[in-house]
């Protein structure tokens, strides 16, 4: 926990050194305090708090500090099954690797064009190296979309094309059974919050003044979460 807060001290005083505006400087300075206030108010226990971070750097230390204990987990699970493959980080990595051994059998579900936790620590190369890592791992491709319209399904295909990453290009292209006549998929950018709810309400005041025969209560808004719908409420 002390390397942690260093290291956030290190980078809030070298962004006061470096070439960055006095907002940054400001907001780097705010991260570092509002980490050391957390990090002490953890410690002021006896014995201390630990978050869920902790917990898990504290079983990936025991596991690896403590053969013992590593052999007795490790011939506990002979399947291991992990959700969302590609949202792990190098602390699940550790914890994963730890609890495997020759004996184990591991299968794990992902997409690596779902992988939006890059700013937890997440890495593409771990779903990506799966079957290098795991030669003897069978893959297996769900190309088949239940779910969505063929239009989306399509503009999800086109979005996947314009990535960086060789390996996402040449994934199979999704397919889907359900198809919607003259289905027409609208996207837009939105640079923030506040302009994304008014252009939401802006477009259900449209669609009300085009036909007023339609309720409030025919529109629906799909969300990933709950929070997403505050500016809108507001």
């Not at 990595?93 to 936790?117: A, C, H, M, W």
């Not at 996402?168 to 289905?183: D, H, V």
Request: glycine share 2%.
């Amino acid at each position: 926990e002390k390397d942690n807060v260093k290291h956030i001290k290190e980078l809030s005083e070298r962004a006061v050194t470096d070439k960055f505006s006095n907002n940054m400087k400001k907001q780097a300075e705010t991260i570092y305090q509002i980490v050391k206030g957390y990090q002490d108010h953890l410690i002021q226990f006896t014995p201390p708090l630990r978050d869920f971070g902790k917990m898990m750097l504290h079983t990936v230390e025991l596991l690896e500090e403590m053969p013992e204990v590593r052999a007795k987990w490790q011939n506990r699970f002979t399947h291991i099954f992990v959700d969302e493959y590609q949202d792990v980080n190098s602390l699940h990595k550790r914890l994963l690797t730890k609890l495997i051994s020759e004996k184990t059998n591991i299968f794990v579900v992902g997409d690596p064009r779902q992988t939006i936790y890059g700013w937890n620590g997440s890495r593409i190369e771990y779903i990506n190296n799966f079957s290098k890592e795991f030669p003897e791992s069978v893959k297996i491709e769900l190309v088949t979309n239940n779910r969505c319209h063929k239009q989306i399904v399509g503009l999800s295909n086109d979005f996947v094309k314009t990535m960086s990453s060789d390996f996402l290009r040449n994934l199979k292209k999704q397919k889907a059974l359900r198809f919607k006549k003259n289905g027409v998929v609208d996207y837009k950018i939105i640079s923030n919050d506040d302009d994304e709810a008014l252009l939401i309400i802006e477009q259900i005041e449209s669609i009300q003044s085009k036909n007023p025969k339609i309720d409030l209560s025919e529109i629906y808004i799909l969300s990933r979460t709950n929070n997403s719908l505050n500016k809108i409420r507001d």
